[in-house]
């Protein structure tokens, strides 16, 4: 079983549409949750992280958080086509960061 | 510095060779992470120091792969006898802690192994 599991493939949305990635981890004791978003040819960069149970909010982006189910999610609203990239789960496990591989998403002006 | 530098951007190196591959976190930053990321894949951990020690080197792949980072800031990631599929990007990141603390990338070295 991996650490971190990403599975959906590219998603493809219309532009001012709701995206939806999820991601599920193994570790129980896993204690924080990142999502970076990835541009082709480019770096991760940190978009939201969550620590809690529920939701948290961030601009367009909101981190849903569910311990008991061992998932998380991103969803982005009024989707842009800036958001076109691939978005990777990371779950902090024992001081280090273990990564999904990612989910390519599309948005379609 | 402003954010984590990692040099060379690129490095092309014949097989069997050696390369050092440098990163300089952001300053203030305790932790510091070494990923490769092959194309399409997530980041996969290699290795990360806590200070000046590495407090967890169990992604290193086999004992060509070492890093080192002497006085708990600049760290030197070291593959000995290089192979093709040592190719990928190798990327870098800080962060205050480990825990419940953001890590933040460098922009990578694109390792090309012929």
């Known amino acids: 079983q991996k650490e971190v599991e990403q599975n959906s493939g590219p998603l493809s949305v219309p532009e001012g549409a709701i995206a939806s990635l999820n991601c599920t981890y193994s570790?129980?004791?896993?204690?924080?949750f990142f999502w970076y978003r990835q541009y082709s040819g480019k770096s991760p960069e940190l978009i939201m992280f969550i620590y809690s149970n529920g939701d948290k909010e961030d601009g367009r982006f909101t981190a849903q958080l569910n311990k008991a189910s061992q998932y998380v999610s991103l969803l982005i609203r009024d989707s842009q086509p800036s958001d076109s990239a691939t978005y990777l789960c990371?779950?902090?496990?024992?001081?280090?960061?273990?990564f999904g591989k990612g989910n390519q998403v599309v948005v379609i002006p | 510095g402003a954010g984590v530098s990692q040099t060379p951007s690129n490095k092309v190196t014949e097989k069997g060779k050696y390369v050092e591959l440098r990163c300089d976190p952001i300053s203030g930053h305790t932790a510091l992470y070494w990923y490769r990321q092959s194309l399409g894949q997530g980041p996969e951990f290699l290795i990360y120091f806590q200070g000046t020690g590495a407090a967890d080197d169990s992604g290193l792949p086999n004992d060509r792969f070492f890093a080192v980072r002497p006085e708990g800031s600049v760290s030197t990631l070291k593959i000995q006898r290089t192979e093709r599929g040592d190719s990928a990007v190798y990327l870098c990141?800080?962060?205050f802690g480990t825990g419940n603390t953001e890590a933040f990338f460098g922009q990578g070295t694109r390792l090309t192994v012929v």
């Open positions: 990371a779950v902090n496990r024992v001081g280090r960061l273990a």
């Open positions: 570790d129980r004791g896993s204690q924080s």
């Open positions: 990141a800080s962060s």
